[in-house]
């Protein structure tokens, strides 16, 4: 059998007929409080049928506690939560964690230390026929990649053979969704990222659909399908990881997503005047001619913009600060117009700290923009 090839089984005769609706969870209007804390206000979200979808965002924005209100471990206060079309939460309803069908990874992958690879993935299995629990075993341990190391025990395995582990025990009872719960927070930085693509592979051979959570960046932009990006226990944006790098709704969104400078200018016909010169307007999303006059800020990441030795006559800005990351360098530039702009050379470009450099915009992708006094929050000040 080909790796990952799931085996044709009595058991998935048991499983139940899927539905042709696209939407497999659906939470509309949750809530959650801890006593007099308003921890999820109200939130609503839709996760489709075989997709990885990613909760992003800082400590304590309540992207665990929605993990742990789908998985049942948390009643809400308010609002619903469907599994299929079915109410597992709400409207007088509450499913316990078991009845759900999801299965969970949870941070520290809860392994049992006392039994087996083998039996550690078959523990859910205890109702099944032995001949059926034996080839679902066998099955996942080889989807996981770890056929050999099935009579192996947690601490003889590495952190990322206890993750597969993990996640082979998780989708033995074939769960309608799988939850994962800052997965790869407990593996090696050079680990983790092999771990994302190797985690995302078995899902998706798996063909279930999975909720994550996490709070790294890089993380949830490589794995999903999709990714929510939440503040305050609001979901901020939900898209696909390339829209909500490129074109954030929100400066929370576009601050929190790797380094973002703002960049101001003002609208004038066909282009955007800045202290670094002009970007037409073709090249900024969305620019609609109404603006003609207007001052906005243009976001620009590090490899949205290049800085050039220059002379003072052409120089705009000075380096005043430069860190070493092996393949790349970070510049920090302090404009002449009092602003401070970030720019990604390769590692071979030397620019000193304090040179003068002219800084130009070199993107290859529209740039997004936001209003003059834009909070962090979405909502517009007064200038």
């Known amino acids: 059998m080909a790796n990952g090839q799931l085996l044709t089984t009595a058991a998935e005769e048991r499983r139940p007929e899927r539905r042709t609706d696209d939407v497999v969870l659906e939470l509309d209007g949750v809530a959650k409080q801890y006593g007099a804390e308003e921890v999820i206000p109200d939130l609503s979200l839709s996760v489709r049928d075989g997709e990885i979808l990613t909760l992003l965002g800082p400590s304590g924005c309540g992207k665990t506690t929605t993990l742990r209100l789908i998985a049942g471990l948390e009643k809400p206060n308010a609002g619903t939560i469907q599994l299929r079309n079915d109410d597992v939460a709400g409207n007088g309803r509450f499913v316990p964690p078991e009845e759900r069908g999801v ?191 207007s001052k906005i800020d243009l976001l620009v990441r590090p490899d949205d913009v290049t800085a050039f030795p220059a002379t003072d006559e052409e120089a705009n800005g000075t380096v005043v600060y430069r860190r070493y990351l092996g393949p790349t360098v970070l510049y920090r530039v302090e404009l002449d117009s009092g602003e401070t702009i970030e720019c990604m050379h390769n590692h071979s470009d030397q620019i000193n700290l304090d040179e003068r450099v002219a800084v130009r915009v070199t993107a290859d992708h529209e740039l997004a923009w936001f209003p003059v006094g834009q909070r962090e929050n979405g909502t517009i000040a007064a200038d």
């Open 103 to 293: 299965g969970v990874v949870f941070q520290e992958f809860a392994l049992f230390p006392h039994l087996t690879a083998r039996e550690n993935v078959a523990f859910g299995l205890q109702d099944w026929p032995e001949e059926e629990r034996d080839a679902r075993v066998a099955e996942l341990l080889e989807l996981v990649g770890l056929e050999k190391q099935g009579d192996a025990y947690p601490d003889e395995l590495s952190g990322g053979q206890q993750q597969r582990v993990a996640l082979a025990r998780s989708l033995a009872p074939e769960p309608e969704m799988l939850l994962l719960d800052e997965p790869f927070s407990n593996l090696d930085v050079d680990l983790r990222v092999e771990m994302r693509e190797e985690v995302r592979r078995i899902i998706k051979e798996a063909g279930v659909t999975a909720v994550s959570v996490t709070h790294d960046q890089e993380e949830a932009l490589s794995i999903s399908d999709r990714v929510a990006v939440m503040n305050q226990g609001d979901i901020e944006q939900i898209d696909t990881p390339q829209q909500v790098f490129q074109q954030p709704k929100s400066r929370f969104v576009a601050g929190f997503l790797g380094h973002a400078s703002f960049l101001s200018g003002t609208v004038h016909g066909d282009s955007v005047d800045t202290a670094i010169g002009r970007v037409l307007r073709d090249d900024v999303n969305g620019l609609a001619h109404q603006y003609d006059g």
